[in-house]
């Protein structure tokens, strides 16, 4: 299911993903905005982070949100 969250991070609410914590197996991978509940915690992935479950059940999460745009003044020369 989905759940509405504030993520202030990410300019307010946005309709999150579910995932119980206990159903991850190694090998799983989902994208944020998502919820992952846990008896003891929760952990919350934001818009452009990636979450993988490595071979012994961590949650590895990563930003998929890199500046891979190339500096424009390099390319024209230094010139606008």
């Not at 991070?9 to 206990?22: I, P, Q, S, V």
């Not at 090998?27 to 915690?41: K, L, N, S, Y």
Request: hydrophobic letters at 35%; one cysteine or more.
């Amino acid at each position: 299911g989905t759940r509405q969250a504030w993520l202030p991070e990410a300019g307010g609410w946005h309709a999150c993903a579910l995932y119980k914590r206990d159903d991850l197996q190694a090998g799983h991978a989902f994208t944020g905005p998502a919820i992952v509940e846990q008896m003891d915690t929760t952990t919350v992935v934001l818009p452009g982070q990636q979450v993988s479950v490595d071979p012994w059940g961590n949650l590895i999460i990563t930003d998929t949100d890199t500046d891979t745009d190339t500096d424009t003044d390099a390319q024209s020369g230094g010139q606008a």
